[in-house]
């Protein structure tokens, strides 16, 4: 494939080639790209605003992230933040900062993945900025998103006796990382051709995750609002501990309610690794975590997608996690490191 050095189009040109084929879809998006600012008008609605920056070398490693990938990622992790205020994303703007490394079709490929993503959870892409690094790629997103009047859901609202409830599966991202961290070691040592076993699902979760649109969705159609929630970003013991931080709250949670998908339990006992520890503590699942009145819960048994894992205490009963033996020990929170 021929490069096309940046320098040979210059920072303006550059912005109009990357966004010479944008398209805006939705009606509050008055001006887009191509003046000194954008301007929206969500109707009457509140705006939800949130950003997020991924660094090479700490939230991703181009050794083996496709750039369209990572394209498509930046834009899913962000609006997942959105999502988590029980919101719906619209716009984003993004700025990137990359070194001379990179040419005008990696960008290209880049931006693939962007609108890729854009055009899945129907967001406009209105604006940005591009600059150079020293060494290098940097990007910077904030997706803005509308949500009707106070019907905003925050982390710090969760009331006692509500059920503790989380979407889809927890632990696959980590796992991902891990066998890629593993490869990339392994071709280092020896130049070896990395074997991923297969296991499409979990590199999958790390490489192109998905945000929960259809969840909010499901409140909206059932008429559930939750009493908070927090997107899993940085493993499920983490978020756990900041609503019920932010709430005042303690919180039980029960080992074996947590959903862990069959191909990330199976590849971590490969590992040796202990499946529930990895939903705990790994990170970059993107799944919502979140509280409802236990009045609700007929309604939510509805949609296969939401498990109930616990439920909020009062503060005083702490943080506790009841294993499959039934012991209780304090739920305690390691981090996601990302990348590395």
């Not at 301007?39 to 950003?51: A, P």
Request: glycine share 8%; charged share 20%; aromatic share 8%.
């Amino acid at each position: 494939m021929s490069r096309t050095e940046i320098s040979s189009l210059g920072e303006f040109g550059l912005i109009d080639h990357l966004t010479q084929n944008n398209e805006t879809t939705n009606a509050s998006t008055i001006l887009s790209v191509g003046d000194d600012a954008a301007v929206i008008d969500h109707f009457g609605k509140q705006t939800v605003i949130s950003t997020d920056m991924l660094v090479e070398g700490i939230h991703f490693d181009l050794m083996y992230t496709p750039l369209k990938h990572l394209g498509y990622k930046s834009v899913v992790v962000n609006i997942s933040d959105i999502y988590a205020m029980n919101a719906t994303p619209t716009h984003i703007t993004l700025s990137i900062a990359f070194s001379n490394r990179f040419s005008v079709e990696a960008l290209n490929e880049f931006y693939e993945g962007v609108y890729a993503a854009c055009e899945k959870y129907g967001v406009d892409l209105i604006g940005g900025d591009t600059t150079s690094s020293q060494k290098g790629f940097v990007i910077s997103v904030t997706a803005i998103g509308e949500v009707a009047p106070d019907k905003f859901v925050k982390r710090s609202t969760a009331q006692k006796g509500d059920l503790l409830c989380v979407s889809g599966f927890l632990g696959g991202s980590f796992l991902g990382l891990t066998i890629l961290e593993r490869e990339k070691r392994i071709f280092a040592e020896t130049g070896s051709q990395p074997d991923l076993e297969n296991q499409a699902y979990i590199v999958g979760r790390l490489l192109k995750p998905e945000a929960r649109k259809d969840i909010i969705e499901f409140f909206v159609e059932k008429e559930i609002t939750p009493t908070s929630m927090i997107d899993v970003s940085d493993g499920l013991s983490s978020e756990a501990l900041h609503i019920c931080k932010q709430s005042e709250l303690g919180c039980v949670i029960y080992e074996d309610k947590i959903p862990i998908h069959d191909d990330s339990r199976n590849f971590a006992y490969k590992l040796e690794l202990d499946p529930t520890a990895c939903a705990l503590s790994g990170g970059e699942d993107y799944e919502l975590l979140f509280t409802i009145p236990q009045s609700e819960y007929e309604k939510l048994v509805l949609n296969e997608q939401i498990s109930v894992i616990g439920y909020m205490t009062d503060a005083s009963e702490g943080t506790k996690i009841i294993t499959r033996s039934g012991n209780t020990h304090n739920l305690v929170a390691q981090g996601w490191n990302h990348a590395k």
